[in-house]
T-cell receptor, first 114, second 113 residues
Framework: DAGITQSPRHKVTETGTPVTLRCHQT?????MYWYRQDPGHGLRLIHY???????DKGEVSDGYSVSRSKTEDFLLTLESATSSQTSVYFC?????????????FGPGTRLTVL | AQSVTQPDIHITVSEGASLELRCNYS??????LFWYVQSPGQGLQLLLK??????LVQGIKGFEAEFKRSQSSFNLRKPSVHWSDAAEYFC???????????FGAGTRLTVKP
């Protein structure tokens, strides 16, 4: 298995509070991604990073920000959590783009916003 | 608009029976195509992928998929399902022009004894 960890694995928080999820990789892959998984929607890309301090928005980026200060860490922040952000969040990594763009996924973080 | 469709939300098959999970895509040009599997409470694991060449792709765990350009489809098959195959299966596509992976909504597979 690719060396990807996510923390925390479970979190319950209240509406309006800030939340930060962490993704850590030991594979030295250049690309890192944050997805959310909701029933009936599959996985949807929130943000991705193509290098240290290089990030871009995905399909559902509103209400989320990211940071990548080191190759191995990619942080997802909900500045002010809302109930609509209750979801399972997955981090993924890949070493390349295009032809060989196999993404490896972390175990997920289940976030509940009350 | 680019899209990935998995028409079947839930499929039930008997152990030992054959399986086919459907995936259709709508992209300007043939994208790169993937099938992932997710067991309960787990992350996603890649089963197989198609980039070009032979349209029948072999993957892990005895799965295969066939790319049909004329039908914009990439259906996943297995000749004999095992109880351990019960999981959720996701089709995914990546445009050849960017790094944006889009997933279908998933098909949940139940295997009857």
């Amino acid at each position: 298995d690719a060396g990807i960890t996510q923390s925390p694995r479970h979190k319950v928080t209240e509406t309006g509070t800030p939340v930060t999820l962490r993704c850590h990789q030991t594979e030295n892959h250049r690309y890192m991604y944050w997805y959310r998984q909701d029933p009936g929607h599959g996985l949807r890309l929130i943000h991705y990073s193509y290098g240290v301090k290089d990030t871009d928005k995905g399909e559902v980026s509103d209400g989320y920000s990211v940071s990548r200060s080191k190759t191995e860490d990619f942080l997802l922040t909900l500045e002010s959590a809302t109930s609509s952000q209750t979801s399972v969040y997955f981090c993924a990594i890949s070493s390349w783009v295009g032809r060989d763009n196999e993404q490896f996924f972390g175990p997920g973080t289940r976030l509940t916003v009350l | 608009a680019q899209s990935v469709t998995q028409p079947d939300i839930h499929i039930t098959v008997s152990e030992g029976a054959s399986l086919e999970l459907r995936c259709n895509y709508s992209y300007g040009a043939t994208p790169y195509l993937f099938w992932y599997v997710q067991s309960p409470g787990q992350g996603l694991q890649l089963l197989l992928k198609y980039f070009s060449g032979d349209t029948l792709v072999q993957g892990i765990k005895g799965f295969e998929a066939e790319f049909k350009r004329s039908q914009s489809s990439f259906n996943l098959r297995k000749p004999s399902v095992h109880w351990s195959d019960a999981a959720e299966y996701f089709c995914a596509v990546v445009s050849r022009n960017n790094n944006d992976m889009r997933f279908g909504a998933g098909t949940r597979l139940t295997v009857k004894p």
